[in-house]
Each structure stands twice: as structure tokens, then as C-alpha cells.
Nanobody
Framework: QLQLVESGGGLVQPGGSLRLSCVVS???????????IGWFRQAPGKEREEISC????????NYADSVKGRFTVSRDNTKRTAYLEMNSLKPEDTAVYYC????????????????WGQGTQVSVSS
């Protein structure tokens, strides 16, 4: 059983930046490098949207069109942490942001996420 905790959300003006972190714990003999990590968001009244995923080694990443060119995902397996750098934020980026891990040895392409964090609120407003 893994536990994920997101942090770094907050209120920011349009055009601003935030960096979200996702710390993963609960390992026994497993390691974060065994899991792909996805980032999601859910705005009020809307369905949850997958916005990014980073491969187990961090050498591949994909992005939703809505964030491509503005958001960057990264990870540091030694710190058991994934990051989502968000730039040029827009009001429509306002949502609760979640991170999630794949199953062990899973890939982003699987689209199958097993463990989830509780989310962190990002609000973009002037």
C-alpha cells in the first residue's frame, strides 16, 4: 500500500507559476522507480482530466493538449517525489490536482492507476 501526498497548491494570478510536489511513501521492498506517475485535475462540475504522465525512469512524459508547453513533469526517485511545474497559468487551470501511481512495473500507456493522493487545490484568479 502506497501513500501519496500532494503539496504546493495555492492561489496565483493569471500568468503565474506553481510547482506541485507528490511525495510517495509506504514502500517495503518496492521502489518508486517501479511505478509510472500520473497527474490529474478535476475542476468543479467537470470530469477528472489526466494532464500528464511520466515514465518509471523519468525519460518519457506525455501531456494533455490543454497543458502542453506550459506544464512540465519530472521526478526524483531517490527522493520518492514527483513534480509538476506549472507556468503561464490560466483561470481555466483552477482545479484540485492529484497524483497517482501505476501498478508495479506499469507504463503511462496502460492508463491504469492504483494509488492516489488526496489532492491539492490550485486557484488561478486576479
Amino acid at each position: 500500500q502506497l501513500q501519496l501526498v500532494e503539496s504546493g497548491g495555492g492561489l496565483v494570478q493569471p500568468g503565474g507559476s506553481l510547482r506541485l510536489s507528490c511525495v510517495v511513501s509506504g514502500f517495503t521492498t518496492d521502489y518508486l522507480a517501479y511505478y509510472a506517475i500520473g497527474w490529474f485535475r478535476q475542476a468543479p462540475g467537470k470530469e477528472r482530466e489526466e494532464i500528464s504522465c511520466i515514465s518509471r525512469r523519468g525519460d518519457r512524459a506525455n501531456y494533455a493538449d490543454s497543458v502542453k508547453g506550459r506544464f512540465t513533469v519530472s521526478r526524483d526517485n531517490t527522493k520518492r517525489t514527483a513534480y509538476l511545474e506549472m507556468n503561464s497559468l490560466k483561470p481555466e487551470d483552477t482545479a484540485v490536482y492529484y497524483c497517482a501511481t501505476s501498478r508495479m512495473f506499469g507504463e503511462c500507456a496502460d492508463g491504469d492507476y492504483l494509488y492516489w493522493g488526496q489532492g491539492t487545490q490550485v486557484s488561478v484568479s486576479s
